[in-house]
């Protein structure tokens, strides 16, 4: 029979798995085993809207056998099956090109492909050098054989099958130097695999298990066969906390939402309250390779007493907490509810607040007891937290106000807002932040230096949700931000305010002059006593900061949100003098440095400057 071809990228993916260096192998049981329990899944989640289905829950299994002399191990399900298409498309096409990137032709980058998403089908060419699999399709009237060997392709013909479901057979590789494919035929080797890696599959796993029996009568011994169910079923959830270790949670955890790493938290928590449910949390380690796509969905299972009745509840989740994986069970629910019910439900909205609340609960624990991995959390998921405060106008930001860091002046670590607050100046009562590309570039910055040299300590905002988040947050423990670029920026004695305000009403025309200079590009040019050693910055006169402007501008939307830039102008600096002098003996000269200075402020802003060419031509001119 002619063979057909493997799509190119399942082809390399098998190419990767016959030849895997991959050292746990055995995930390839737990894999196909996933399989025939989602199979049976959809014919059974199909038989609650499909009367004609006359399957109960009892009648689903999922059988194994071996059969060491042909060195066959059979995986069998009587789930939805497959269609000959199905069968073509499904196997014959790899299902999570999205997840695989096969730009490497590493070799060992099959040990990372497999870690972090699981191989699913083909973790079978592992351990098999030849895997045929006999489907069909719950209601159809024939089934079909798949089989292959290798990469270079595979055959479907009709086949004869009984009933409903999928069958999968491998022909076990012969044992090979330092692997020992022989022990996937030993039923010890099965069932412990099994117990490891599916025993919480809702459905049971049979395999005819071997027994010697000493014969009636005499001394032989006999082979004796039993049927065996391999896995308990019960729902790690309903165990006591008590009896469950820290592994099996994070075994739970890596083998039904696919990480490879075990979580930073586990949330596990029985409550008999309004809403009776039992919910089991997690927090990852790391986001999940989808998560910042638009593929990735947020969301809860949804378990009606052990009984999944929605995978992927986003009721349940706030989207500040998207990242959050786990399942919720309740006795409440009908089997049947359907989603627009469930947006509805009264139980639901209750479930959901109380998870939202633990959530922040643990992460404020882990936030004090372990501050290594909050850290390491906030890396991750923490732009999440920031736009849960800013979206829907700030109506979440109690929940999220303790969570949110920031690096500061003080150590160059991210604190919190209430660390802050708590080792601010006596007379301070306002948290002063500055914007910019980086923390040390904004450590760097002329106001920083001055600000720091006062004593006060500042938080560095450097992603652009930042500054958006602190405005709606308006205040923290009654504290107001101040963005030390504002110009109304008020730190002076009265005599100092006095004296500034006199001197700049003394050169307003050198100042009137730089203006015009400037044109609309700035709202004011001042002189400030704000700065030590620098000559200039700018600062924003309103609400509006020249970062929020910066961010505005780039969003596919904005474009012409402008901030009221105000130039300010070192006092105590030697270009001061210059400056007067220059307004009093060459207009000219005056312009364009003023030019030279706004590029310089925009720059240590980390803007843009508005003109480069000009500026090059204006600094060449200095030089010749
Ligand atoms: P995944 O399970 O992640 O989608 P797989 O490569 O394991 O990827 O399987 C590809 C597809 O083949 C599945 O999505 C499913 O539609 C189908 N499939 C695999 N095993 C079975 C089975 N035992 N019964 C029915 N369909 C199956």
């Known amino acids: 029979m002619a063979k057909k071809q493997f799509k190119a990228e399942s ?19 737990r894999e196909l085993i996933s399989n025939a329990s989602d199979a049976i899944d959809k014919l059974y989640f199909k038989s609650l809207t499909d009367d004609s289905i006359k399957l109960t829950k009892d009648d689903y299994l999922i059988k194994i056998s071996a059969d060491k002399p042909n060195r066959t191990l059979t995986i069998e399900d009587n789930g939805i099956g497959m269609t000959r298409q199905e069968l073509e498309q499904n196997l014959g096409t790899i299902a999570k090109s999205g997840s695989l990137d096969f730009k490497s032709e590493n070799k060992s980058d099959d040990v990372n492909i497999i870690g972090q998403f699981g191989v699913g089908f083909y973790s079978a060419f592992m351990v098999a050098d030849n895997v045929t699999v006999k489907s069909r399709a719950y209601g159809a009237d024939e089934a079909y054989r798949w ?4 990469v270079d392709g595979y055959t479907i013909e009709p086949c004869i099958k009984d009933d409903n479901g999928t069958k999968i057979i491998l022909h076990i590789k012969e044992d090979a ?20 890696y599916s025993d919480f599959i809702r459905y049971p796993i049979k395999m005819m298990w071997k027994t010697s029996k000493k014969k009636e009568d005499s001394d032989e011994y006999e082979d004796v066969f039993e049927e065996r169910t391999l896995n308990s079923m019960i729902p790690l959830w309903k165990k006591q906390k008590s009896e469950i270790t820290k592994e099996e949670y994070d075994n739970f955890y890596m083998d039904q939402y696919q990480d490879y790493e075990e979580p930073l938290t586990t949330i596990h928590t029985k409550v008999d309250g309004t809403a009776q449910y ?3 949390l997690f927090v990852p380690k790391h986001a999940p390779y989808d998560f910042y796509s638009k593929n990735y969905e947020k969301g809860l299972q949804l378990y009606s007493s052990g009984v999944m009745i929605m995978e992927k509840c986003a009721d349940l989740l706030p989207d500040y907490f998207s990242f959050v994986k786990g399942l919720v069970d309740s006795e409440d629910l009908s089997l049947n509810i359907s989603r627009e019910m469930l947006q509805h439900d009264r139980q639901l909205k209750i479930i959901a607040k109380n998870i939202e ?17 909050y850290e390491e959390f906030y890396k991750n998921f923490g732009t999440q937290l920031k736009f849960g405060i800013y979206e829907e106008y700030g109506i979440h930001k109690d929940s999220l106000e303790d969570l949110i860091m920031f690096v500061s002046s003080n150590e160059m670590k991210p604190v919190t807002l209430a660390e ?7 007379d301070q009562n306002t948290i002063y932040y500055a914007v910019g590309e980086t923390a040390e570039k904004i450590n760097m910055m002329p106001m920083s230096e001055s600000m720091k040299a006062k004593g006060y300590e500042i938080l560095y905002l450097t992603e652009n949700v930042d500054e958006f988040a602190l405005q709606v947050l308006g205040t923290y423990k009654e504290k107001t931000f101040t963005n030390i670029a504002n110009e109304k920026l008020d730190l002076d004695s009265d005599e100092e305010k006095e004296e500034l305000e006199k001197f700049n009403s003394e050169n307003s025309g050198l100042l009137e002059k730089m203006k015009t200079a400037l044109g609309a590009s700035v709202e004011a040019v001042k002189f400030t006593n704000k700065l030590t050693s620098h000559p200039v910055c700018l600062s924003s006169d309103g609400a509006l900061s020249v970062g929020m402007e910066k961010v505005l501008n780039q969003m596919p ?4 949100a402008k901030a ?22 060459d207009s000219d000269k005056l312009t364009d440095y003023t030019k030279i200075l706004y590029a310089q402020a925009r720059l240590i802003e980390g803007l843009s400057v508005e003109n480069p060419t000009e500026l090059s031509n204006l600094i060449c001119n200095l030089m010749i």
């Open 11 to 29: 082809k390399k993916l098998m190419d990767m798995m016959i030849n895997s260096i991959y050292t746990h192998k055995e995930i390839f049981l």
């Open 147 to 150: 089989n292959a060997s290798g």
């Open 177 to 196: 130097e330092g692997e020992d494919y022989s022990q996937y035929l030993d039923q010890y080797t099965i069932q412990s695999l099994v117990k490891k």
């Open 278 to 280: 039992t919910s089991l």
């Open 357 to 373: 609340k633990k959530i922040k609960e643990e992460l404020l624990k882990i936030q004090k007891n372990d501050r290594e991995a």
């Open 420 to 426: 802050y607050v708590d080792r601010m100046k006596e």
């Open 557 to 560: 939307m904005g474009g012409d």
């Open 564 to 585: 009221n830039v105000v130039l300010e102008i070192n006092k105590n600096h030697p270009i001061a003098e210059k400056l007067k002098k220059l307004a009093e003996e």
